[in-house]
């Protein structure tokens, strides 16, 4: 497959919030997520940990290590905020910053920030059970820029 096609596949998968459907304020909706999940680039390696939904919030852990050292770490929340779930960042211990949800689904959940530099959308797209991607992006200069993060499931070790 092309680059160009994968492009707008991908983008087809992010799509803004539909009109008239609000995002689910039930953050059971997004057990997709949980579980322990990893992308290899190279030496590089990016593990991602969400817990299960309980108290109305779910939390989660990214770490990437690349030749031998922590190269990034953060910590992550789903919660309900003002009356709507957000997804709160705290990459490599920084004051938090929190992305409202715009839509969340049984496969599907976009958060976004247009104040924030980058990225100003995270969004998580269940491939399969065994399969997601995120994606995060920004427009700068009038052009959408991101990347996609594929992951796949793996055993949550120790």
């Known amino acids: 497959m092309s680059h160009r096609v994968r492009v707008v596949v991908s983008l087809a998968f992010f799509v803004a919030a539909l009109p008239g459907q609000?995002?689910?304020?039930?953050?059971?909706r997004l057990g997709w997520m949980a579980g322990c999940w990893e992308q290899r680039s190279g030496a590089t390696i990016t593990h991602?940990?969400?817990?299960?939904?309980?108290?109305?919030?779910?939390?989660?852990?990214?770490?990437t290590v690349g030749g031998g050292a922590l190269r990034a770490w953060e910590a992550l929340r789903i919660v309900t905020?003002?009356?709507?779930?957000?997804?709160v960042a705290q990459p490599n211990g920084r004051a938090p910053t929190a992305f409202p949800a715009v839509l969340t689904s049984d496969t599907l959940a976009i958060f976004e920030n247009p104040a924030h530099e980058f990225p100003q959308r995270i969004a998580y797209r269940r491939v399969s059970a065994d399969s997601i991607?995120?994606?995060?992006?920004?427009?700068?200069?009038?052009?959408t820029r991101g990347m996609d993060i594929r992951m796949k499931r793996v055993s949550c070790g120790g």
Request: positive net charge.
């Open 22 to 28: 609000p995002p689910s304020v039930d953050v059971a």
């Open 48 to 63: 991602e940990t969400w817990m299960a939904p309980a108290g109305g919030a779910m939390v989660g852990m990214s770490r």
């Open 81 to 87: 905020d003002s009356g709507r779930l957000a997804y």
């Open 133 to 143: 991607v995120a994606r995060i992006s920004a427009v700068r200069e009038g052009k």
